[in-house]
């Protein structure tokens, strides 16, 4: 016969608390360090478990906080799904994370979805900030952006984009790079990302001969694209907005037989810890994952709790120096 569930009253009674301050403690809430580690203590020992569907029928909240990737297959944004989900478990709360696999049109009809399942917040890395659809969703539901801003959003982690580019493209320049494949998961229907913008207006002012391409987040198709780029006219170096797309172009160089750097310089843009391994190491911009997930968590759970406020959090880069970018041969 299975084990009836323990009910909040036992373990208050095992603790000699309140049920009031028990669920308090469960939830992390006013009250000490030592007592939520002796209530969760007598909950573990007493098998107790939140009944999911009484609490959410008792205080209009699910609990569950949405967490729409772009695209899971960059390794920078599973590491960032991980740690956004353990950030939220430690405030009570689970994410619940869908994959828009790069695809504005699944982007929408995923934030739609995530809506009607009434999570109680939604955290994104939008494909598309500047959807039509947004500032609807976000009157319906709390939204936190990370990345690009979006209008509406209950807060924002935004990256502060033109230094990033400005960083990576001014160390190019500075040894003597001019001709420069870029390398980006941005779709030709949504052409104005920020980032693309700005690489745009920066290869101008500093005379560089830049070739955006897209490239998809997966090893093999960014392989693909890379191959094409480097047997072409080649560049003297590729700058990609994901480290992810960066192991495609180290993928083609070895398949051409291309050394890095010293046949073609190669760059990153968000410093996955992956990275560090590569041999050369890959320079990359640095946008801080741990600082980006405890901004996220804080905003949204913040959101969820009634918070009217809106914040915005700018995310500073630094550049990352290793060894896949060399100064160009007689510059």
């Avoid at 669920?23 to 809430?29: E, V």
């Amino acid at each position: 016969m299975p084990r009836k569930r323990a009910t909040i009253r036992e373990v208050a009674r095992a603790t000699g608390l309140s049920p009031a301050a028990v669920s308090y403690a469960l939830r992390g809430l006013q009250v000490s360090e030592e007592t939520m580690e002796r209530v969760r203590a007598a909950a573990a020992e007493l098998g107790y478990e939140a009944d999911p569907i009484a609490r959410a029928l008792a205080s209009g909240r699910t609990g569950m906080i949405g967490l729409l990737c772009g695209s899971l297959e960059d390794l920078w944004q599973q590491s960032l799904a991980v740690g956004i989900s353990r950030g939220l478990r430690k405030k009570d709360r689970y994410a619940l994370i869908l994959d828009a696999v790069g695809d504005p049109a699944r982007e929408r009809v995923l934030a739609q979805q995530l809506r009607d399942q009434r999570v109680d917040g939604m955290i994104v890395q939008p494909i598309d900030p500047a959807a039509a659809f947004w500032p609807e969703l976000c009157e319906s539901v709390p939204v936190v952006a990370i990345g690009d801003s979006i209008t509406g959003t209950a807060g924002e982690v935004v990256f502060d984009n033109r230094s990033g580019v400005t960083l990576a493209l001014e160390h190019l320049h500075e040894l003597g790079h001019r001709r420069i494949a870029v390398l980006t998961p941005t779709r030709p229907s949504t052409p104005d990302r920020p980032a693309d913008v700005h690489v745009t207006a920066e290869a101008e002012r500093l005379r560089l001969d830049i070739e955006l391409t897209t490239a998809p987040h997966d090893l093999a198709g960014a392989t693909r694209v890379a191959l094409r780029v480097l047997s072409g006219e080649q560049p003297s170096a590729v700058f990609c907005f994901s480290d992810s797309i960066a192991y495609g172009v180290y993928a083609a160089a070895a398949e051409l037989g291309l050394s890095i750097p010293g046949d073609v310089s190669v760059m990153g843009y968000d410093d996955h810890p992956m990275s560090g391994l590569l041999s050369p190491g890959l320079t990359t911009v640095d946008w801080d994952i741990d600082g980006i997930v405890r901004a996220a968590v804080r905003l949204v759970t913040a959101a969820a709790d009634g918070g009217a406020r809106r914040r915005r959090v700018v995310q500073k880069p630094t550049l990352r120096e290793r060894g896949s970018v060399a100064r160009r041969s007689g510059a």
